[in-house]
């Protein structure tokens, strides 16, 4: 069964450097997202993308955070400067909206640890 | 206003018996989607059941099966004859209208005791 992976499944960093978080959506599906998970917490969502841009973002997809699908296969989520605050579990989903269902299947996460 | 209200932060249930986790929710549009989401310990999320707010039936997947009552705005998921791998949080989550985004609820961990 097809499915979303990820990589690293864990990145450590340290306060201010850059981290690129990688994802494989379903190989047919048209929409990606980017959520993360505080730990604890529940599950906020960042970003959506379909047709090569963004299509809805929340407040906390501020400047510096930014996605790309460099090619047919990767959608990536880059953080410019990473804060304490950005210690999370980011999760990737895709999608392929068809009639009345279109479920959101995610991927097994990457857990940043901001240093 | 909570969109998404779980309001089971835990629950035991002994195993081979059905568990239900209550979930409300809160939205203007007509036009909407309900899921359930686990969360097992190692942290991958697992796309359970989906309900659309035009079905008119309730959905079911396996042992998964999902309590829709509209006027009452609740979506309740329904395990029947859980099993120790059941225990796990679960999310309930919904999405409006046309919005891309999923709102997730807080969460109720599951346990199934042997």
């Known amino acids: 069964e097809p499915e979303v992976t990820q990589t690293p499944s864990h990145q450590v960093t340290q306060m201010g450097q850059e981290v690129i978080l990688r994802c494989v959506p379903i190989s047919n599906h048209l929409y990606f997202y980017w959520y993360r998970q505080i730990l604890g917490q529940k599950v906020e969502f960042l970003v959506s993308f379909y047709n090569n841009e963004i299509s809805e973002k929340s407040e906390i997809f501020d400047d510096q955070f930014s996605v790309e699908r460099p090619d047919g296969s990767n959608f990536t989520l880059k953080i410019r400067s990473t804060k304490l605050e950005d210690s999370a579990m980011y999760f990737c989903?895709?999608?392929?909206?068809?009639?009345?269902?279109?479920?959101?299947?995610f991927g097994p996460g990457t857990r940043l640890t901001v240093l | 206003a909570q969109k998404i209200t779980q309001t089971q932060p835990g629950m035991f249930v002994q195993e081979k018996e059905a568990v239900t986790l209550d979930c409300t929710y809160d939205t203007s549009d007509q036009s909407y989607g309900l899921f359930w989401y686990k969360q097992p310990s190692s942290g991958e999320m697992i796309f359970l059941i989906y309900q659309g707010s035009y079905d008119e039936q309730n959905a079911t997947e396996g042992r998964y099966s999902l309590n829709f009552q509209k006027a009452r705005k609740s979506a309740n998921l329904v395990i029947s004859a859980s099993q120790l791998g059941d225990s796990a949080m679960y999310f309930c989550a919904m999405r409006e209208g046309a919005k891309d985004k999923i709102i997730f609820g807080k969460g109720t961990r599951l346990h199934i005791l042997p």
């Open positions: 989903a895709s999608s392929s909206p068809s009639g009345n269902t279109d479920t959101q299947y």
